[in-house]
């Protein structure tokens, strides 16, 4: 089994629990000025669908884990000091991007059981403002990991090159008022990132262990 080749497939499996956990299950939540009874409403008579979501996030994200490692290891590393800056950049991205799903994941959870344990209405509402308006968890990571893998790919040819000029244009734009966009352009990007470098030629290291 060609490791190098699998890995940045994990990308593909977290993009398609993180839509399937926030869209789909997590469906049309109150927003940031929903009432409190509106939100003790919601959450009731949804609670096994947002902790079902809430406990899926962090599962795609071990494969976000996995795809950036993927991708760090399947990239050729003689592409100079930017790609392998790049590299470095676009690995601390991820992290970020994990802690902050992580965090997600958590504060998403704690509104969830909180209304199911009757904590206060108030409460309840102060969560749900917080959980709507935690773009920054998302943005910030994700930025750096965009950025980095545009600086890590640009200076390659064919598709990668052109991976990395859509990394970069996505990294940009993720810190503006257009971040929705950027984030969906983002997603398509990890997919197409895994599948471009799951075909990607092999390296001699690669040749001589399969």
């Known amino acids: 089994m060609n490791v ?3 890995t ?4 593909i499996v977290f993009v398609a629990i993180a839509v399937f956990a926030i869209v789909i299950l997590g469906g049309n939540t109150p927003d940031g000025t929903a009432s409190p ?3 003790t409403s919601f959450y009731t008579d949804h609670h096994g669908a947002q ?3 809430a406990h899926l996030l962090p599962i795609g994200t071990l494969f976000l884990v996995v795809f950036a490692a993927g991708t760090y290891v399947a990239l050729p590393k003689n592409r100079g000091d930017l790609a392998r800056v790049g590299r470095i950049v676009f690995l ?5 991007a994990s802690a902050a799903l992580f965090a997600a994941a958590a504060l998403h959870l704690a509104l969830a059981e909180g209304v199911h344990d009757h904590i206060s209405p108030v409460a309840a509402q102060a969560l749900n403002a917080i959980d709507n308006h935690n773009d920054p968890l998302f943005t910030g990571g994700l930025g750096i990991l ?10 390659h040819r064919g598709a990668l090159r052109w991976l990395g000029w859509i990394a970069l244009v996505a990294g940009v734009l993720v810190f503006t008022p257009l971040g929705f966009f950027a984030l969906i352009l983002a997603l398509l990007w ?3 990132t895994g599948i471009v470098l799951a075909g990607w030629p092999p390296t001699k290291a690669d ?3 399969s």
């Open 51 to 53: 902790t079902t979501a």
């Open 8 to 11: 940045p497939l994990a990308g």
């Open 146 to 155: 965009l950025i980095g893998g545009a600086a890590a790919m640009i200076s």
């Open 207 to 209: 040749s001589a262990t």
């Open 190 to 192: 990890i997919i197409a």
């Open 4 to 6: 190098r080749r699998i």
């Open 37 to 39: 009874a509106k939100v």
């Open 92 to 96: 601390l991205g991820a992290a970020a």
